[in-house]
């Protein structure tokens, strides 16, 4: 066995166990931690197809943001994962009967086409590395694509400030911009009095 | 220098060994450097505020540093009450392993780095934004209310910056048409005049804020908010897990001085090409390397510590405010601005 | 030779616009909001006479083969721009007095459109699936939109997590079809599949996978499960957006996946289409009985005509293809004249969802009553409206492909729907009042939709312009 194929069955050994602990971990924030791990290995076979940009992005999208977001959330929902789960348990009979049916059949019809060695050998890394590569590409021939999926991150901006924001008439807002045209005279009065003298 | 016969001693293992050999160069100055930091902080600090610092632990106070490390390693860790065990441990390495790691490709002098990759600022750009890990994991498996709402605070204020920091280098990597930060430096050839700091002035004040919010600094450090939160998200650690964090932070702080040096300023060049032709005995003491870049990142240095002894800490809102409404619309804009400009006659000024 | 950007003028117009809107409504008081409104309707105007003016008599690809530019597309693209502007004049009163008259509700409007155009002219998996996805975020977020409204929350958490995981599904489909053929675009996977070549195993998973997102969002049983509880908890207006044009741009992304890409595969997706189309008209017809809200009423028709558009899409030749588009335009025609009647009796805290609210509407209006009265006809399939034509084209095309069986059933499923659309009926004619609120509504809503139901009428005697059209734009397109 090769040192690349040792790493690939290494990473992938650690990104099924990992996804499985995903799904059966009790406690979420374990969960998350989880997944971020599976994300890292899934990152890491990326690498190795030398697809660096896609390995990266996913470190950076995945990882770095979406899942920190989701961490935050995750630890401040105070859910009783364990009455959830007590109901998952009356599904879990027709859950694995389908599952398992579903993985059987999959791997009657494919196994027998797709266990062979691969042969395919790894395409040669585009000129200036996959990040220049994908950026011509997707600029160029498929640049309206791209655009409808900004259109679409768009929306979902869209939609998220108006599912959420709601003006509050109680909160009380600080504008940087009067605060720096205060003048003195605004808010003072110097009065001029003459000095009282005490009689006597 | 020839290196052939020690590589043949060592065999098949000697890639690996010649790895962490350069590894361990880059790993050691650093984490000096983090040491050295702390005292000049305490010193400058002091200077500015009258004061005159630490003067005790050896002479001018120079052994301050170890005397506070070992203060640290024979402490006694305690892990609070109902703490998530191995995350509470977990999480100081987490904060510190992305800050190591992102030290790799960054280019110390003209092929001297680690890992010269393609997609370089991609890289950096990954492992600063994992690090937020730590302190939110810290936070959360601390079982504390304090270092909760630290963490809370951080991680929220870590990702926002991160969108303007990221478009910051957007503006960067547009000029130089390159992920790779040797390449970058090298773009920026021809004395100060052809450094981007010029051309993407905004950027670069935006970056360098954003460096000091994603370092949880002041003014930005309302994770740790002494005076609110106590220490915010390291609150329940002591000893040694809580010098890796401290560690973490200012090696953060010195790599975002490495970046803003090698991205805006011009990495290891001289300001004035003509100190390279000034040579004596075959060698320009002035030209090109290293002494340029740590001269460039020892002032931006100075400026974080000088922020911190000058300006009072942010209200949390108004550090969001700062980071949606301000740096991000002005990043965009500039980046808008420069990719015009482009296309102008003008586009030399941008390259 | 004509410029490359042309055959998405309309897209590019309409985003413009879409923006502009955005930033404009911001600064305007609530008290202009009708400028956004009119600047909106302007906007579908102008899309609908730029997607007329550059009509092309042969298909015209743009973006390397993302896009495509044919009479099909052109004349689906008019119909959505003419259906959500119909919906905007339904709505504005609706909306008004519930608080949801806003800027965003128009913007988001405006790009679920910009969804199903890119949808409709979509010549490729990854711009029909972008499509998708932009059309059913912003329902998604526009069902949620009355905050205060538990069902609404609730029939938008449904409607997300359930679309999610159709898309999914889709997509899961659509990569085993690219892994098999290794392209992503309609015509050069249809020619891949003609020539035998890929992997024919592979290809009929994605096939199964591919099916299922498509009777996810088409909402045929068993995937129908979302249909009733979106249709119910939705604001009437959001109710009207979801039943009627995206049903345009679901017949275009059947049509490209099935029709045109997967072409070759047709006996195996026939025989899955047979399936979902025979359980959506039983189910559908025969569930919708037991309703009293005419929301949910309507959304087990939606199921149920579902079924009947598949019956045509399933002969899979130029009559059916026609048949079930024909079937779809009256489809569209006749929900928006029923939400529209629905929204026109409701006012300031009252739905009229229900089919009690109808008691009696002919001594209260007994135009608006009529109008509805056409309206259940068309559902029904009652002669001389357009439902009756609809039905008689698709069942005619199935019977012409050999499923006579299939047929049968159809007639029988839909005599058992023309019992609960006639009750409607009888409620509205054969009971007294108990509410006597005289019905408002601003004059450009009434004028439209009297049009509308008046139209359900002229077509269903005049059939033949419309379905003339419809297998002109086919057999241009290519579906000969």
């Not at chain 2, 000091?212 to 740790?224: G, I, L």
């Not at chain 3, 024919?200 to 068993?222: E, R």
């Not at chain 3, 005697?461 to 003339?468: A, F, H, R, V, Y």
Request: hydrophobic share 60%; net charge positive; with cysteine.
């Amino acid at each position: 066995m090769s040192f690349p194929t040792f790493l690939f069955y290494a990473f992938a050994a650690i990104l099924v166990f990992a996804a499985l602990r995903v799904v059966t971990t009790r406690n979420p924030v374990h969960a998350a931690l989880w997944l971020v791990l599976a994300f890292f290995t899934a990152a890491a076979h990326w690498l190795m197809l030398r697809a660096e940009f896609l390995a990266i992005a996913l470190v950076l999208v995945y990882v770095g943001a979406v899942m920190v977001l989701f961490l935050f959330v995750v630890m401040m929902l105070d859910v009783n994962f364990d009455s959830l789960r007590a109901q998952f348990r009356n599904y879990v009979p027709v859950a694995a009967t389908v599952g398992v049916l579903v993985l059987v059949e999959m791997a009657l019809v494919l196994l027998g086409s797709y266990l062979k060695p691969g042969s395919a050998a790894l395409p040669a890394p585009a000129a200036g590395g996959n990040t220049r590569a994908l950026g011509l590409l997707l600029y160029t021939d498929y640049v309206y694509a791209f655009e409808i999926a900004a259109v679409v991150l768009l929306v979902a901006i869209i939609a998220a400030i108006a599912l959420t924001h709601r003006r509050r008439r109680e909160t009380r807002y600080q504008d940087p911009g009067k605060q720096v045209k205060v003048r003195a005279k605004d808010r003072l009065r110097v009065l001029g009095m003459p000095a009282e003298k005490r009689d006597g | 220098m020839n290196l052939a016969p020690v590589a043949g001693f060592f065999g098949p293992a000697w890639p690996v060994l010649w790895t962490l050999a350069k590894i361990l160069v880059i790993a050691v100055p650093v984490i000096l450097g983090v040491a050295y930091m702390t005292y000049a902080e305490r010193k400058v600090i002091g200077w500015m505020q009258v004061r005159i610092g630490p003067n005790r632990v050896g002479p001018l106070g120079l052994l301050q540093p170890f005397a506070d490390v070992f203060k640290l390693i024979f402490k006694e860790i305690v892990v609070p009450t109902g703490a998530n065990r191995y995350l509470f441990f977990i999480a100081p390495m987490l904060a510190l392993g992305p800050a190591l790691a992102a030290w790799a490709v960054v280019p110390f002098a003209e092929g001297l780095v680690l890992a010269d990759i393609n997609a370089g600022l991609l890289y950096i750009l990954a492992m600063t934004s994992i690090g937020v890990y730590g302190i939110i994991l810290a936070g959360w498996a601390s079982n504390s209310k304090y270092a909760f709402l630290g963490c809370l605070r951080s991680a929220a204020q870590i990702v926002s910056y991160e969108i303007a920091m990221g478009f910051a280098l957007v503006g960067v990597l547009m000029c130089a048409s390159s992920l790779n930060l040797s390449d970058i430096v090298r773009g920026q050839e021809g004395g100060l005049a052809n450094w981007y700091f010029i051309p993407l002035f905004p950027l670069f004040i935006v970056y360098f804020i954003s460096g000091v919010a994603e370092t949880n600094r002041h003014p930005f450090d309302v994770a740790e908010g002494e005076s609110e939160i106590v220490a915010g998200f390291h609150v329940e650690y002591s000893g040694v897990t809580f010098a890796l964090f401290f560690l973490a932070e200012y090696m953060n702080m010195i790599l975002i001085a490495a970046l803003t040096a090698i991205m805006f300023l011009g990495g290891w060049l001289a300001p004035w090409p003509l100190l390279n032709s000034d040579t004596v005995l075959g060698f320009a003491p002035f030209g090109d390397g290293l002494p340029w870049l740590l001269g460039k990142m020892a002032f931006v240095l100075l400026v974080f510590l000088w922020i911190r002894a000058t300006f009072p800490r942010y209200r949390y809102d108004q550090i969001m405010r700062l980071g949606w409404k301000v740096f991000i619309p002005v990043t965009l804009v500039w980046i808008v601005f420069v990719g015009a400009m482009m296309q102008t006659r003008f586009a030399p000024l941008f390259h | 030779m004509t410029h490359a950007l042309l055959p998405v003028l309309p897209e590019a117009v309409l985003l413009a616009a879409a923006c502009t809107v955005l930033l404009l409504d911001l600064f305007l008081p609530p008290s202009r909001r009708h400028w956004s409104f009119w600047l909106t309707q302007a906007t579908l105007l102008a899309c609908a006479a730029i997607t007329v003016a550059t009509a092309e008599l042969q298909p015209l690809h743009a973006f390397g083969g993302l896009v495509v530019d044919d009479m099909l597309s052109d004349f689906l693209k008019l119909l959505s721009c003419v259906a959500v502007s119909t919906m905007l004049f339904y709505s504005r009163g609706y909306l008004a007095v519930r608080g949801l008259f806003r800027g965003e509700v128009l913007v988001l409007t405006m790009l679920a459109l910009l969804g199903m155009m890119v949808m409709i002219s979509a010549a490729s998996f990854l711009t029909l699936y972008l499509g998708l996805e932009l059309l059913a975020l912003c329902l998604y977020s526009m069902v949620a939109m009355h905050r205060t409204s538990n069902a609404a929350s609730e029939a938008a958490m449904k409607y997300f997590v359930l679309g999610a995981l159709a898309s999914g599904m889709l997509l899961y489909g659509m990569s085993m079809v690219y892994g098999a053929t290794g392209s992503l675009d309609i015509h050069r996977i249809a020619r891949v599949i003609h020539a035998g070549q890929g992997n024919g195993t592979v290809l009929l998973f994605g096939l199964v996978f591919v099916v299922s997102g498509i009777a996810f969002k088409l909402g045929a049983v068993p995937y129908h499960m979302w249909v009733p509880d979106v249709y119910h908890g939705a604001p009437t207006a959001v109710t009207l957006l979801i039943g009627t044009a995206p049903k345009l741009a679901a017949f275009a992304l059947t049509l490209r996946l099935l029709g045109v890409a997967l072409a070759g595969l047709e006996f195996d997706w026939q025989g899955m289409l047979i399936v979902l189309s025979l359980l959506s008209m039983v189910l559908g017809n025969v569930t919708a009985i037991a309703q009293t809200n005419i929301k949910r009423m309507l959304a087990y028709s939606t199921i149920a005509n579902m079924g009947f558009m598949l019956l045509g899409f399933l002969a899979a030749n130029l009559a059916g293809y026609s048949a079930a588009m024909f079937y779809v335009v009256a489809y569209v025609l006749t929900s928006l004249a029923s939400f529209g009647v629905v929204m026109l009796l409701a006012r300031e805290g009252f739905e009229a969802d229900r089919i009690e609210d109808f008691r009696g509407l002919n001594q209260r209006s007994p135009w608006w009553a009529f109008i509805m009265l056409l309206v259940m006809f068309s559902l029904a399939g009652v002669p001389p409206t357009l439902g009756f034509y609809a039905k008689f084209a698709v069942i005619e095309a199935a019977v012409g492909a050999g499923f006579i069986w299939l047929a049968v059933a159809a007639v029988l499923a839909s005599l058992v729907g023309a019992f609960y659309y006639l009750r409607v009926v009888k409620v509205m004619y054969f009971e007294d009042a108990v509410d006597t609120t005289p019905i408002v509504a601003r004059g450009d809503n009434r004028a439209l939709l009297s049009a509308n139901g008046l139209a359900l009428l002229l077509f269903g005697i005049l059939p033949q312009p419309l379905m003339g059209l419809c297998v002109v734009a086919l057999a241009q397109s290519g579906f000969l």
